[in-house]
């Protein structure tokens, strides 16, 4: 069982291009999360998913966007990068919200 | 607003024991997660208190005071794999995760 994969593990953007990062999970969960990590940080939450078909904002949304068509995918979009963007980016999932949540390997970007 | 603090690093000899504090203040409480996260890795569940008290599971146990906003993850016998940083986390009233940054262990022979 892979769980959750993310893709691509690591990608250098220049400014202004746009980029999808992608993220799947094979355990059927119903809720899915988008985090960024940055050094001296806690984890930050961008947008979530409580079910297919819907999302919602976190607590750092601006400038990122996401869709849920179906339960195992769930990308996440930077319309147009900025320096800032520049982070290590995780997607979870959990069985449903409250729970336990499972974590991808993770998705290296460097914005420049 | 919201505030998970933990301590930035700690230091420890292997086969020692170590505590690992954490205090909170959030909008609401549905429970407190400790997760382990090796470096350039993902991070990983280790714990899951929502009543006051102690939670063992094997070397690792993890305590909760609501009423004071604390936790503690207790780490026993301590092996040089426990090397990593150990992230608190606390599930605020509308579900979501808030995020300490996380406690870097270090593990010394």
């Known amino acids: 069982t892979a769980g959750i994969t993310q893709a691509p593990t690591s990608q250098i953007l220049a400014a202004g291009r746009s980029m999808t990062l992608r993220c799947t999970q094979d355990m059927r969960h119903n809720a899915m999360y988008w985090y960024r990590q940055d050094l001296g940080l806690g984890l930050r939450l961008i947008h979530y998913s409580n079910t297919a078909g819907t999302t919602g904002k976190g607590e750092v949304p601006d400038g990122y966007s996401v869709s849920r068509a179906n339960t195992d995918d769930f990308p996440l979009t930077l319309a147009s990068a900025v320096p800032s963007q520049t982070s290590v980016y995780f997607c979870?999932?959990?069985?449903?919200?409250?729970?336990?949540?499972?974590f991808g390997p993770g998705t290296r970007l460097t914005v420049l | 607003g919201q505030n998970i603090d933990q301590p930035t690093e700690m230091t420890a000899t292997e086969g020692a024991i170590v505590q690992i504090n954490c205090t909170y203040q959030t909008s609401g409480f549905n429970g407190l997660f400790w997760y382990q996260q090796h470096a350039g890795e993902a991070p990983t569940f280790l714990s899951y208190n929502v009543l006051d008290g102690l939670e063992e599971k094997g070397r690792f146990s993890s305590f909760l005071s609501r009423s004071k906003g604390y936790s503690y993850l207790l780490l026993k016998e301590l092996q040089m794999k426990d090397s990593a940083s150990y992230l608190c986390?606390?599930?605020?009233?509308?579900?979501?995760?808030?995020w300490g940054a996380g406690t870097k262990l270090i593990i010394k022979p």
């Open positions: 979870a999932s959990s069985d449903r919200e409250g729970y336990e949540q499972f």
């Open positions: 986390a606390v599930m605020d009233s509308n579900y979501q995760l808030i």
